[in-house]
């Protein structure tokens, strides 16, 4: 049974550096792509990106460019976000998932619990 | 990047209505598209996988439509556990996933 589980909730000042982390069990790790979500109060789910564990390549959207860093540990199946220059807008529940059964079209059927990041 | 339009943004509705809810992708994107409910607190569930495909344990009231650049998810016989935010995602562009705007569904 897929499990995906994040690290708790962080509470950070304005510029600091976030990592999140995303231990995934029950699976190929390096099979699938695992993508990064977020829903900040007041607005809609946002997609950050996502990284190959098996090739270690990423993809990040605009919004992001510059500012985040995606990583995996193959050895312990466990997938990383950094964000840095934290600012208040970065204030969100932050979400790994993954596109399990349905990889071929890309629906995220696999989702961690969240992890609540402040920032203030 | 592809846009995807979510329309009503919000809707006021009563247990046993009848809820459409319309995405509209910037350019083809064939059926790469998925459905999710999203309550505070709770990570999103998928409903609808490849524009029409039911996930398994979703109710059966759950049901989406279109290809191309028009989408729809209805949900015949809306029921109290169904008030909830909803959003599409597109997947056509793997390296660029974006999602519609949302729509909050809110008891009339």
């Known amino acids: 049974q897929v499990h995906l589980v994040q690290s708790g909730a962080e509470v950070k000042k304005p510029g600091a550096s976030l990592r999140v982390s995303c231990k995934a069990s029950?699976?190929?790790?390096?099979?699938?792509?695992m993508n990064w979500v977020r829903q900040a109060p007041g607005h809609g789910l946002e997609w950050i990106g996502r990284?190959?564990?098996?090739?270690?390549?990423?993809d990040y959207a605009e919004n992001f460019q510059g500012r985040v860093t995606m990583t995996t540990d193959t050895s312990t199946g466990t997938a990383f976000l950094d964000l840095n220059s934290l600012r208040s807008g970065d204030t969100a529940v932050y979400y790994c998932?993954?596109?399990?059964?349905?990889?071929?079209?890309?629906?995220?059927?696999?989702w961690g619990q969240g992890t609540q990041v402040i920032v203030s | 990047d592809i846009q995807m339009t979510q329309s009503p943004s919000s809707l006021s509705a009563s247990v046993g209505d009848r809820v459409t809810i319309t995405c509209r992708a910037s350019q083809s994107i064939n059926n790469y598209l998925s459905w999710y409910q999203y309550k505070p607190g709770k990570a999103p569930r998928l409903l609808i996988y490849a524009a029409s495909g039911l996930e398994s344990g979703v109710p059966s009231r759950f049901s989406g439509s279109g290809s191309g650049t028009d989408f729809t998810l209805t949900i015949s016989g809306l029921q109290p556990d169904d008030f909830a935010s909803y959003y599409c995602l597109q997947t056509y562009n793997s390296a660029r996933l974006t999602f519609g705007g949302g729509t909050r569904v809110e008891i009339k």
């Open positions: 998932a993954m596109a399990g059964h349905h990889y071929l079209k890309g629906s995220l059927d696999y």
């Open positions: 990284v190959n564990p098996h090739r270690g390549s990423t």
């Open positions: 029950g699976y190929s790790f390096t099979s699938y792509d």
